[in-house]
Every structure is written in C-alpha cells, then in structure tokens.
C-alpha cells in the first residue's frame, strides 16, 4: 500500500489548479497529495494591482486555502520551502522537510530589476498581498503627511512613478488614475497637484499589443491625467525618487512613491535546485517537466516555454499558468495510475484584456479587438471565470467581480 | 454710517460660537464682523483622538464653516494668521490685513514639549484634523510594513507609544484598544504582537479625577491591552523609539509610532504680539479681555482663567471655551449698541466625562460618578449637545453620535 507521494509546491493558480484538479481526479488511496503553501491563502496575482491602488480590498483577491482544498484529498501545509533537492527527492521547508516521488513547482515569479541602482532598496514591487497593501498604505500616507510638511519638500508626496508600461504597469496607473480623485478628497489635496508618471525604456507602450489598442489606451489615459515618458530609462531609484535618460538627456523625478512594474523572473529556488535555468525560468519539455527530472514538473512563472509561430517565450500569464495547472494534474494521473495518455502542453490563448481601471480596457477576445466597457466587462467575465473553474458558483459570488459594468 | 468692525480669529470652540452668537445678536447694520480660519472647516478637537485612532472618520469630526455661518451677516476669509499688531487695532494674514474696532483671538492650542529632546521632530501630536489622519495612517502604514520587513526590525512597527495619561492621553489608549484588533485583521497580525504603552511621568493617571474613577478606568484598559508606565518620564524621542526612566532607571523602548499627548500651550502668535503671557495664555480680565486692551477679548487656550475655589488655572476645555464664546459675543454686542450690561465669565462646569473606547468612560456629571455605558452615553449627549447649540437639529442629525449605547 505505497501510495505516490505528489508535493506540490506553491498554492498560486498554477499550483492550486494542480492541486483541485487533483483533488477532482484521483480517490484519496491512489495518492497521497501534498500543498505548501506559505500564506494560509490563495490570490490572484493579475488582481493585486487594483489592492495596490487601493481600489479593491484585498480580502476580494485572496481566498483560503482550506476553502477550495479537500482535507481528506490533499494534506495542506503552511510553510515557507528554502531548499529543492531533486537527487534526494526531497524539499526542505523552514519547519520540516517532505519527500516527494512527483514534485510540482509553482513557487511564482520575483521581481527583475535588471540591476538599476538602488530600485531594491526603494521601489515597491507588486508582488504579494502583502506587498500590495504596503503600497496602498504608503501612497494613503504620503498624502496624508501633505498638509504637515512644508511647502518646499511636500510635491513629490503627491507624484507617484510607476516603471514600466507593459500589461501590470498600464493596469496599475489605470487604476491609481480613478483612485487618485478619492485620495484628493480624503486629504483636501488639488487634483491638479498630484502627478502620476510612467516611465518606459522601450519606444512603445504595452509591447506585442495592437497599436491602435495602444493609442486608445495611451490617450484615455492621458485624459486621466497620467503622464507617460516613453524610450526614457530608469538609471537609478533613490530615497527621493528617480533619475531617468531619454537619449542624452537626463532629468530627476522626486517623487515619494515608485513603483516597480517592469520586469519579473523566475523563482531563484529553482535555480539553486541545480535546473538548467535562465533568470529562474526552465526550459520544460513539451509535458511541464524538468529536462533530466521526469518527477519534477513546472507550472506558472519559472517554467519557459517557447512559442513556435514566432520562436519567442510566451509571457508569464495566469491564463497559461492555469491551463498548465490542468495539463500536469492530467498527466500526474496518468503517471500514478499507471494507464491513459500522457498529454503535451499547449497553450490556448482565448484573449488577453488590459484594464484601464475599473470601467476601461482595451483586448483581444477570441480574435476581436474591444476598447471600453466592452473589453471590461470581458475582463471580469474572465476574471469571474477563473473562480468558477477553482471554486464553482458559490467562490465566483463571494469573491467574483459581479459589477460587471 | 461707520459700522464697528469684530474680527475674529479662529474658528475652533471659542471663536465659532462668539460668530454663531453674534450673528443671531446683531444686525448686519449694526456691526461688520469677519471670520478668519485657516482652513475652510470647523472642527471639534475633542473629537481628534478618536480620528487618530482610526475609529472615526475625520469628516464626521469637522464641518464647512459656511454651513454655520450666514454670509450676509459674517464675512468668512479662508487665511492664516501670522502677526496681531494690537497698537494698531490690525491684524497681519499670509494674503492681506485687517483692521478692527474690537478683536476676539481664538487660535486654540500648540503642542509644548517642555524641551524634551526629540519629541518635537520623532512624535507626533494630536493637532488637528491634518494630524490626525496622518497619525491614523501612520499606525496603519506601520502594520502594513509588518510582513514584509525583517524579523529583526518589525516588533517595533507594533509597539505604539502615548506620552502623557491625561485626558486626551487615556481617550486615545482607549480607542487604540478598540482599534488594534480591527487592524490585526486588516494586516493578519497577531494581537499579541501589538503594544500600546502609555507612559506619563506624574505618579497617577488622570490627575484630579475621582481616583475610584480612576482605577476603573486603569483597570478596564488594561483588560483591553493598555500597558501603563507612571512615574515614568520620557526623557528622549528618537526616530527609533522613547528612552524613559523611573528613578534611577532607564529603559529604550522601540516603537515606529509615538504619540505626545502631555502638554498644551496658547497661541504664539498671543505672546508675539506683545500681550504678557505664559506659554502662550493670558491672565483675563473677568470679561475675557486682555489687561490693558479693551478691544481685544481672548476665547479658549490662549485664555488663563483662575478658579478661585483652589487657586488653579481652569483647564482648557472645550466647555469652558463654549461657554467663554457665549460670554463675550453678549459682551460684544453690549459694546457695539453702547447699552446694556457688560457680564462676568465664570465657567459653569456640568461635568467631565473621558471616554475609554466607544463603549465605555468614566466621568462625573452634575455631581455623580458614572462608569461604563452610562458615562459612554453621556459623553455622547455632551459631544451631540455642542452640535445642537452650534447648527440646530440638523447639524445633529448630520454629524451627530446618533448610536447612543
């Protein structure tokens, strides 16, 4: 009565959708399944940049755990994993260690700052719910500190940087956008004082993106009041703001608030694991498995797949991540029963939308372009969908966006 | 056709209703009278701590002057107040002058920090309504950087210290206890974590109340959480925290947030413009003049009033301030028409209730001793009273504690 061990690590939408499609698929004595996760919850990252801008709390974008995992199915761990050691099959957590026959790794991405000076010291990354809060209750307090701060050090509480302007930082000042009226009101603050900036080394916006989506998006934008500085880099973040370069040109942007939306990789677990990787991504074969390590698959942000129509990597999306979940539960199955057929992964990618706030977004949905309300109510369809796929109806009233327009 | 000029400065306790007086007194013929306050709104500072705290919202605690205030009888002029020069019956603003015949300072209360080093850059003040949003999103800024803030360094983030357990000091301990649990939620703290410590160096809390009433009053924070240091002084304010001693000891005690709630002084502004004051308040004559200026009258902390039943400066309510407002806008009005009788101010004290939490306070009204929901309630009727006399039923209804019990 050896069952299979199956370690699943990281409860994000790669792992938990492994993990509930598990659930689904094999009866508790053809395996014995576990989760670690760190937090007791579970969150949807593409919505941690509305937390962040302090426009939906984020009790909507976490839900827990224990909610939407069987106990009598798979065992839950909260624990943080500090080591993978693939040769002994085993994990290391800070309060145990756990062996493994199938490891599932779905530990998410770490910010990139591609080694600009001073950004991990003082930029804010939107990488967690915790992270994401901090950002809200930092930009609450710099404008709150406004009225008590003399006149000469007090602007830059109001001008918020976001750097980069591909999908999370296009969503992000969207968001800090429709906030920014409410921040004015909560603090007597002038609109007309507060600044929010873009800052994007690439010559475009929201690369990949179809430029007439791009100029709508840019434009309605604008007309928020955010200002975007486009084939201008960030040299260097300091405790007062940045220090950008358009050309030859260089100008310092003081500013309380920067936010870092630019550039993610990999797990660096992964890569201390031994895997051949490059900024914490592996190259997987075409089942999510670990070239050399038919035990270790990879699903979400540290697994790199390629593209074929345009030889290029697919972005680090929850769509694929998700659909990943599905393929590797699939195949686990397979492999712990022994019968059935393996499947190889590929991606389906039904659209992408990129909100400009709440009531604002521009996207591709099965091949249509869509601006406005149209391509936001797409966004919380989709948004609501991947709910009722993790948790049915009841998860998708409790935590759904059903303020669809 | 030379009407006589009334100035007033300051519309806090004292100021607004010598206007909301004088206004239902006197004719638009028979006196030209001007409001000046540095912002566009009232605001009940007896009610601060309770937004500091986080368990009101600042809006509730204020009002927009010209909702009190009848144009066509009252010129309001949104300006600070920077030089009085009583020589020459003038009054110097940021954005023009003025001239009066008769003069009522009422310009509140600066915080005095009797020299102790460090206070007035590290702690924070329970000012005004500027101060206390930001002390309220101080403390929640501080939990939010909890989680994402080494394990070495973030205990302090927690610890929140009050200097002084005087009135407003034991008010704020009390809606602190009350709000701590709310904020472990919002940041998924653990209570215990968290720390209020009231320090205050003279040997009892709340001196000159009933010390039955005292003790219930210790003891019921303490259940909530409070832990108290009397005898305690603070003897420096860091950016790190409070270093206090108690005899011959001294002790560091690290904390992000510190909150000096032990000392008040009068206006500057009072002793700059030549008036004998100390720390900022002068002797009255018993008319609320100052002494030797028969055109200037001074309402609430910038006052000095003696009671003679123990020989002891009155301290500087809101009640008394009220009722010093209703004092000398009938003195004023006697003034302008040249008939009728000039009255003495003598405080007429109805009672004291201090509020530990929303829920409970201790206090003595007309002569009895109350505790729990009975005193809570009455510092509710007090706090909805001072509406009613301000702004009439509907104000009540607008910003009233309508939730009694």
């Known amino acids: 009565m050896n069952k299979p061990k199956i370690v699943i690590l990281g409860a994000g939408y790669g792992g938990i959708i492994t993990a509930t499609r598990l659930q ?4 508790a004595n053809e395996a014995e399944i576990t989760l670690v996760n760190k937090n007791s919850y579970h969150y949807q990252t593409t919505w941690l940049h509305e937390n962040a801008a302090g426009t939906l709390h984020h009790d909507r974008t976490r839900l827990d755990i224990k909610d939407v995992i069987n106990p009598s199915k798979i065992n839950f761990i909260q624990d943080t994993v ?21 490891l599932v790794i779905g530990l998410g991405f770490e910010s990139e700052t591609f080694g600009i000076k001073g950004l991990k010291e003082h930029a804010f990354s939107i990488a967690s719910i915790n992270a994401a809060r901090q950002i ?36 992000f000042v969207g968001e800090l956008a429709n906030r920014v009226p409410e921040l004015c009101k909560e603090y007597d603050i002038d609109r007309d004082l507060v600044r929010i900036v873009c800052v994007e080394a690439a ?7 179809d430029p007439e989506l791009v100029d709508y998006a840019v434009s309605q934008l604008e007309k928020k009041g955010v200002e975007f500085k486009i084939g201008t880099a960030i040299k260097e973040c300091t405790e007062e ?28 677990l992964v890569e201390q694991a031994g895997f051949e990787a ?27 797949l390629i593209d074929e129509v345009n030889n290029r990597p697919y972005p680090p999306t929850a ?23 393996l499947e190889e992964f590929t991606p389906d990618i039904k659209g992408t939308v990129c909100s400009l706030g709440h009531d604002d977004a521009i996207g591709v949905v099965f091949g249509k372009k869509l601006t406005g309300w149209k391509a936001s109510f797409m966004k919380k369809v989709i948004d609501n969908r991947y709910l009722f796929v993790l948790g049915g109806p009841m998860l998708v009233l409790k935590k759904g966006k059903l303020n669809l327009l």
């Open 136 to 171: 809200r209750e930092h930009i609450d307090y710099s404008f709150s500190k406004y009225h008590n701060t003399p006149a000469e050090k007090r602007d830059e509480l109001l001008t918020i940087i976001v750097g980069g302007a591909g999908f999370t930082g296009i969503e």
């Open 319 to 341: 769509q694929i991540a998700i659909q990943q979940g599905f393929n590797v539960a699939h195949n686990l199955a397979v492999l712990v029963r022994g019968k059935g057929e």
């Open 82 to 102: 500090t080591e993978i050691k693939p040769e002994d099959k085993k994990v290391v957590l800070t309060h145990g260690e756990l062996n493994y026959d199938y």
């Open 203 to 209: 010559p475009m916006v929201l690369p990949g993106f």
């Open 278 to 304: 490059m900024r914490g991504r592996v190259k997987v074969t075409k089942d999510m498995r670990v070239p050399g390590y038919d035990d270790v698959f990879i699903v979400g942000d540290s697994a790199l």
């Open 24 to 27: 689904k698929t094999l009866s």
């Open 241 to 268: 703001g940045i220090i950008v370069a358009k050309g030859e040109e260089t100008e310092e942007i003081k500013s309380a608030t920067v936010v870092w939306a630019a550039g993610v990789r990999g797990n660096a």
